[in-house]
Structures are given as C-alpha cells and as structure tokens.
C-alpha cells in the first residue's frame, strides 16, 4: 500500500518560515519524481516544486529563491524548505510521487500552511 505522508504544515507569520516533510511507504522512492503542489480556496491546484530522481530541480517563479526541495532517499522522505512566506503562500501543501514509465502517481492528503499575523 502506498502512502506519502505530510507534516510540517502550521500558521506562521509572513517573512517566516516552515519545513515541510512527505514520508514515503509503499513505493521504491528512489525510482520516483517527487513533488510539492498547493491549492489556496477557490483556486486551482499548482506545482510549487519538483526534484527528480537525478536531483534535479524545478520552481516556478512564484517561489524561487524563497522554496526549496529536497530529498533522503535513505529515508524515503523529501522535504520542502520555505522561507520568506507571504500570505499568499497559504494553502493545502500536497505532496506527490510520480513514476511515467509505469503511470503511477500518488499524492498524500495534504497539509495546511497559513501565512498571517
């Protein structure tokens, strides 16, 4: 069974900072793409951050140089360091494991991250 677990989500005031953790279980996590999504009410979900196997990364511009990804394949777990976070930033953190080659794509449930004084 797979599973990607989230935590790390919380309220923090804007120019703060989080570190968000995605366990993984269930998959060979080595073998995957990994990636952080957010989706803010009433708003469509976004990438916020992509590393692939190779460790390579990717941000869209809303969040470079303020996000940054990383991975433990020791520990099957990828991490989302933000720093500088506007109110903007907040939204449900989704975690994702992508593999093409074989079509799968898992997401864990989510945490929130609500940037406000």
């Known amino acids: 069974q797979v599973q990607l677990v989230e935590s790390g989500g919380g309220l923090v005031q804007p120019g703060g900072s989080l570190r968000l953790s995605c366990a993984a279980s269930?998959?060979?996590?080595?073998?995957?793409?990994m990636g952080w999504y957010r989706q803010a009410p009433g708003k469509q979900r976004e990438l916020v951050a992509t590393?692939?196997?190779?460790?390579?990364?990717y941000y869209p511009d809303s969040v470079k140089g303020r996000f940054s990804i990383s991975g433990d394949n020791a520990n099957n777990t990828v991490y989302l360091q933000m720093i500088s976070l506007k109110p903007e930033d907040t939204a449900v953190y989704y975690c994702?494991?992508?593999?093409?080659?074989?079509?799968?794509?898992?997401w864990g449930q989510g945490t929130q991250v609500t940037v406000s004084s």
């Open positions: 994702n494991a992508k593999l093409l080659m074989i079509k799968r794509d898992y």
């Open positions: 269930g998959i060979l996590f080595s073998a995957y793409d």
């Open positions: 590393i692939t196997r190779a460790g390579s990364t």
